[in-house]
């Protein structure tokens, strides 16, 4: 069981936009930088955020990060079909001196 | 160009220690502010982070799977090892490894194509 959680599945149309949560601790989350990752079926997982809202080189403005308290939370917006995959959010716990996954979500887009 | 690729065995026996090796290219683990991790993922499974090791040879490992599992570098290489004692079939899986920086940490941003590592009973 991930100490961070996420739903399991989202879904939403194609132009829509969609949301996923993370929900963690003051350990991690609440006091550290937060990043999600897109993982599309048999490839490694690509870096979509970090920094809870930087975006790296190439990922376009659609995806977007933000935090509140001890959650977190990925937008995604103008939603296609390309983006069907899992997302994982992650940060650093300071407790345990470690980086924490949550538990993914798929996401389809009908 | 920043590269990374595991290599290992694709098969181990229950108990037996698995080594698992990361060559990299296009940046240097000498370089402050670099990092190398190891980031698994069971078929089917979410991702689970494993261990890290910094420039300055900093260690940090997963707290469930801390007393199996070491971490080391060889600089002149350009290589990182993982070394996991006592294998049992669940730690069959997909294992990665990644770059981190400072500037993303704790994040990576460049990762390896994996490597398929099933343990058999």
């Known amino acids: 069981q991930s100490v961070l959680t996420q739903p399991p599945s989202v879904s939403a149309a194609p132009g829509q936009k969609v949301t996923i949560s993370c929900s963690g601790s003051s350990s991690n989350i609440g006091n550290n930088y937060v990043f999600w990752y897109q993982q599309l079926p048999g490839t490694a997982p690509k870096l979509l955020i970090y920094?809870?809202?930087k975006r790296p080189s190439g990922i376009p403005d659609r995806f977007s990060g933000s935090k509140s308290g001890t959650s977190a939370t990925l937008g995604i917006t103008g939603l296609q079909t390309g983006d069907e995959a899992d997302y994982y959010c992650g940060a650093w716990d300071s407790s345990l001196s470690a980086v924490l996954f949550g538990g993914g979500t798929k996401l389809t887009v009908l | 160009q920043v590269t990374l690729k595991e290599s290992g065995p694709a098969l181990v026996e229950s108990t037996q220690t698995l080594t698992l090796t990361c060559t990299f290219a296009g940046f240097s683990l000498m370089t402050r502010g670099m990092r190398v991790n190891w980031i698994r993922q069971p078929p089917g499974k979410a991702l689970e982070w494993l261990a890290r090791i910094d420039w300055d040879d900093d260690k940090f490992y997963s707290a469930s799977l801390k007393t199996r599992l070491t971490i080391s570098k060889d600089t002149s290489n350009n290589q990182v090892f993982l070394t996991i004692t006592d294998t049992d079939p669940v730690d069959t899986g997909t294992y990665y490894c990644?770059?981190?920086?400072?500037?993303?940490?704790?994040?990576?941003?460049?990762w390896g194509q994996g490597t398929l590592v099933t343990v058999s009973s």
């Open positions: 990644a770059r981190g920086t400072t500037e993303v940490t704790p994040a990576f941003d460049y």
């Open positions: 920094d809870i809202h």
